[in-house]
């Protein structure tokens, strides 16, 4: 009977990683070719202009139009990481429409429910002083690869969008949504895909609406607590896992973080199944940490683990001993 628990468990598990996956493909755009140096360079590792012509800003560049906190758009930390995107939603009354997009890294399967996320912040638009909020940002899938010569439409159609008004400058608001895929779809644009005359908006300062956003942290997952509760950077995990292990999983009683490779202190956060933060520990130095978990009435918990201007997540799954 307990070997048949521990199958089941393990199962249960496997599931839960395959749950999380991120179709999205650099969802934080923290990969690059080459470092930007210009406005309308989409240097980020898969990604593209979908229609002409969105922006990549990374704290790499040593232009300051592209660079990171501080660029031609205004002033903005990364959601995560060193990188964003950016795009025009709506440009005065001419009708601009910026979007970006990627191949998803597996087609979308008919008639499954999909839960899509991503963050934007509104530019301050610094070099022109006038800027407003405006709603129906969101994502358009595709089965087709739109590109600066086969635009995406201004369709007033998208499977996600928001009716909110996003007009925070200081803070990333998450965007959020499901549905069920009625297509293979393989592609993914993000921004604004309605007319004007279908969209609303608020005028923060001057006399013409140009509402430029900030783009980070996009997801696709079949898993809603994944993608909306979270806390993730954006990152891969594998891309910087070698340096830290977490184990056991599943867990019982405590978990092991194993930082011997890492050799700096480190911040460790852990998050339920909510996004409630359960435990956080700053600065450690020790190469392995013990931390109990009995006490945590959760059976999926998060863990982020920061360092330097790294995060590092993954995920455990807790079961009763």
Not at 113 to 125: A, D, E, H, M, R
Not at 231 to 239: A, C, F, Q, R, S
Not at 271 to 290: N, P, T
Request: some cysteine.
């Amino acid at each position: 009977m307990k070997n048949i628990l521990l199958v089941f468990c393990f199962v249960l598990y496997l599931s839960f990683l395959n749950a999380q996956t991120n179709l999205v493909p650099n969802p934080s755009f923290e990969l690059y070719d080459t470092c930007v140096t210009s406005l309308s360079q989409i240097r980020a590792t898969g990604w593209a202009s979908a229609r002409p012509s969105p922006d990549y800003f990374n704290s790499c560049s040593s232009s300051p139009d592209v660079s990171v906190p501080s660029n031609f758009w205004g002033y903005q930390y990364p959601a995560s990481g060193n990188a964003y995107a950016g795009f025009a939603g709506k440009y005065g009354h001419v009708g601009v429409r910026e979007y970006l997009g990627t191949q998803l890294i597996n087609p979308l399967q008919v008639g499954t429910k999909y839960y899509i996320s991503f963050k934007v912040s509104l530019s301050t638009n610094v070099n022109a002083q006038n800027y407003c909020g405006i709603n129906k940002l969101g994502v358009l899938f595709s089965t087709i690869h739109y590109s600066d010569s086969n635009l995406a439409p201004i369709c007033n159609c998208a499977q996600v969008y928001t009716n909110n008004i996003i007009t925070d400058t200081t803070n990333w608001t998450m965007i959020k949504g499901s549905f069920v895929a009625d297509s293979n779809y393989s592609f993914i644009s993000i921004g604004n895909f309605f007319t004007d005359l279908m969209i609303d908006s608020i005028q923060v300062t001057g006399n013409e609406c140009v509402a430029y956003y900030y783009l980070d942290n996009i997801c696709v997952s079949t898993d809603s607590v994944y993608s909306y509760n979270y806390v993730w950077t954006g990152i891969e995990d594998n891309i910087n896992n070698h340096v830290i292990s977490i184990y056991p999983n599943p867990a019982t009683g405590q978990i092991n973080i194993d930082a011997s490779l890492l050799n700096e202190p480190y911040d460790i956060a852990i998050y339920d199944v909510l996004g409630r933060e359960v435990f956080f520990k700053q600065k450690i130095k020790e190469s392995i940490e013990l931390i109990p978990i009995e006490n945590i009435n959760s059976d999926i918990l998060f863990i982020q683990i920061k360092y330097k201007n790294k995060l590092i997540n993954n995920k455990i799954i807790k079961i009763k001993s």
